[in-house]
């Protein structure tokens, strides 16, 4: 499951199918009883609170992996009213909305990661992280990856796709669109993840291998960042229309695509280097992410993990009419 489910939460019903799937994908992935009961709990505590506290919302959910560990990330996103105090709503008893008051509590208790992210009258990201092997809290990584990809509303198919390789020396990072939407867009972009996976070349050699290889497809706008952590560097090459941008400090750097369209018509394959920070932040997107966004607008949300960065920049830039794909990457020492 390389894309997230998105469940709508607006009404009290769909608090049970929120639970039916996730329990299903636990089941899927090979839960044991004690796990799948947790991750129960964890969905319908979080469903509950965006009944409750946020007039709908919607819950993704998402395969994690990593090694031979597997996990299920959920996520909540509202634009409701918003937490004043974060500390003292995770307190057992404390309530808004007349119920026990302990929903956030009992989330914290059963995650092996757990962070919110809430703005008064803007809204809430919740993250729950649960694995498969309750003694994994945290899998030893050098980099974090936070992920939302969803197809366009009314489709079953996303023509987006992203990947990545990691290692103690580098990680190599792809997000693909495919042109149009559908399956056949899917076809391009999973081709293009395919080419991807089988070369452990730089950026731009990949993407001259993709060339070739996605000529009988739609095609695809397609960008690969390596971060080599020893270097402190990230090379970068681009086609088409993905953005990408690295933040340090007050820094943001925009890295830098080619017009063209892989499989069909590229002019020049270029990477380009920029410098990696310790904490840095790399942000990629498709066109179905409004490029307007500024991350300075939303406090502290840059120290947050990944998923809830991509989470929030996914709920207020979301473009409903295209397939969606965010990708945020974190140093752990960042």
């Known amino acids: 499951m390389r894309e997230s489910v998105a469940i709508p939460i607006t009404e009290s019903s769909q608090t049970g199918e929120a639970r039916r799937v996730a329990i299903a994908l636990a089941t899927r992935l090979g839960f044991q009883e004690i796990q799948r009961g947790k991750v129960g709990i964890v969905v319908t505590e979080v469903a509950n609170n965006l009944i409750q506290h946020a007039q709908g919302g919607v819950l993704l959910l998402r395969l994690l992996e990593h090694e031979s560990a597997i996990g299920i990330e959920v996520l909540s996103l ?11 709503c995770l307190q057992d008893g404390f309530s808004t909305a007349g119920t026990l008051g302990n929903g956030l509590g009992a989330i914290r208790r059963l995650s092996g990661l757990f962070e919110i992210y809430s703005i008064p009258n803007k809204g809430t990201a919740v993250l729950s992280h649960l694995w498969s092997n309750s003694a994994l809290h945290s899998p030893h990584k050098t980099l974090d990856i936070g992920v939302i990809s969803l197809p366009k509303r009314g489709e079953e198919i996303s023509g987006d796709a992203w990947a990545y390789q990691m290692d103690n020396c580098r990680s190599l990072l792809l997000v693909a669109d495919g042109l149009g939407h559908g399956s056949a867009a899917a076809t391009a972009s999973l081709k293009a993840v395919e080419i991807f996976q089988e070369h452990h070349r730089s950026p731009g050699a990949i993407i001259e291998a993709a060339h070739a290889a996605l000529r009988s497809t739609r095609g695809a706008a397609l960008a690969i960042a390596e971060i080599d952590f020893e270097q402190q560097s990230v090379r970068f090459a681009g086609i088409g229309n993905i953005a990408a941008s690295i933040f340090s400090f007050a820094k943001r750097h925009h890295l830098l695509s080619h017009n063209g369209t892989v499989g069909h018509e590229i002019r020049k394959i270029q990477e380009f280097s920029y410098p990696w920070y310790a904490n840095g932040l790399l942000i990629m997107h498709s066109d179905g992410l409004d490029p307007k966004w500024q991350l300075d607008r939303y406090p502290g949300l840059s120290q947050k993990h990944p998923s809830l ?5 996914y709920r207020d830039f979301n473009r409903e009419r295209d397939d969606v794909t965010v990708l945020v990457a974190k140093g752990m020492g960042s």
Do not use: P, Y
Request: net charge negative; charged share 40%; aromatic share 0%.
């Open 78 to 88: 509202d634009k409701g009213r918003g937490m004043i105090d974060v500390d003292e």
């Open 309 to 313: 960065i991509a989470g929030v920049l």
